[in-house]
T-cell receptor, first 111, second 110 residues
Framework: NAGVTQTPKFQVLKTGQSMTLQCAQDMNHEYMSWYRQDPGMGLRLIHYSVGAGITDQGEVPNGYNVSRSTTEDFPLRLLSAAPSQTSVYFC??????????FGSGTRLTVV | GQQLNQSPQSMFIQEGEDVSMNCTSSSIFNTWLWYKQEPGEGPVLLIALYKAGELTSNGRLTAQFGITRKDSFLNISASIPSDVGIYFCAGLGTGNQFYFGTGTSLTVIP
C-alpha cells in the first residue's frame, strides 16, 4: 500500500514549456486534490475531483488543467509554464469528508 | 477562497515547554483538521475534529473544535526536538474541500 505517489520529485522548466505532474493513489479514495505551497501562503487549492470523470476548480486554477479518467490517477498539467508557477505541488486524496493523505510533493522551478 | 488565519506565525520554545496555537475563520466549518509538515515532506494528519466543542488527544497533542465552529486550537505538551515542523489547520468548506491555514512554524531549542 503505497498511499499517494507523486512524480517527479523535482523539475526545472523553461518559461513556456508544458509538463504533466503525475499523481496516483492506491487507497480507492474518491476525492483527490492538487495544492500548491508557497512561503507564507500555506496550501492553496488548484483543482479537485470528487470521482472519476468529475473535476472542478479550486482557489488558484489559472494555468493548470486536470483530468480524472480513473479513480487512481489525477494528473496536473501546466499548459505554458511561467515563473509564478515556481512552487511545491502536493497531491492529496481522501475518502469522503475524512482527512487528506498527501504525497511527498513535486518541487517545480520555472526559469 | 475561504480564509483561515493561523497564529502565531512562528514559535521558538525551549524543550519541555508547552505550545499553543490557534486557527480562526470567517466561515463555519463542520470538520477541523490539524496537520504537521516536516522539511521535504507532505503534511501528515495529526488530529481530526468533527463536532463543535469536541476535545481530542493524540499522545501529547490535544486539539479542540471551537463552539462557534469558526475556530480550533492545538496544544502540544512537554515539547521535544522532534516536534519541530510547520503545523497547519484545515477546515472542510464549500465543495466538500479542505481549506488550509498559513501554518505555524515551530522550533524547539534543546
Amino acid at each position: 500500500n503505497a498511499g499517494v505517489t507523486q512524480t517527479p520529485k523535482f523539475q526545472v522548466l523553461k518559461t513556456g514549456q508544458s509538463m504533466t505532474l503525475q499523481c496516483a493513489q492506491d487507497m480507492n479514495h474518491e476525492y483527490m486534490s492538487w495544492y500548491r505551497q508557497d512561503p507564507g501562503m500555506g496550501l492553496r487549492l488548484i483543482h479537485y475531483s470528487v470521482g472519476a470523470g468529475i473535476t472542478d476548480q479550486g482557489e488558484v486554477p489559472n494555468g493548470y488543467n486536470v483530468s480524472r479518467s480513473t479513480t487512481e490517477d489525477f494528473p496536473l498539467r501546466l499548459l505554458s509554464a511561467a515563473p509564478s508557477q515556481t512552487s511545491v505541488y502536493f497531491c492529496a486524496s481522501s475518502y469522503g469528508g475524512s482527512g487528506y493523505t498527501f504525497g511527498s510533493g513535486t518541487r517545480l522551478t520555472v526559469v | 477562497g475561504q480564509q483561515l488565519n493561523q497564529s502565531p506565525q512562528s514559535m521558538f520554545i525551549q524543550e519541555g515547554e508547552d505550545v499553543s496555537m490557534n486557527c480562526t475563520s470567517s466561515s463555519i466549518f463542520n470538520t477541523w483538521l490539524w496537520y504537521k509538515q516536516e522539511p521535504g515532506e507532505g503534511p501528515v494528519l495529526l488530529i481530526a475534529l468533527y463536532k463543535a466543542g469536541e476535545l481530542t488527544s493524540n499522545g501529547r497533542l490535544t486539539a479542540q473544535f471551537g463552539i462557534t465552529r469558526k475556530d480550533s486550537f492545538l496544544n502540544i505538551s512537554a515539547s521535544i526536538p522532534s516536534d519541530v515542523g510547520i503545523y497547519f489547520c484545515a477546515g472542510l468548506g464549500t465543495g466538500n474541500q479542505f481549506y488550509f491555514g498559513t501554518g505555524t512554524s515551530l522550533t524547539v531549542i534543546p
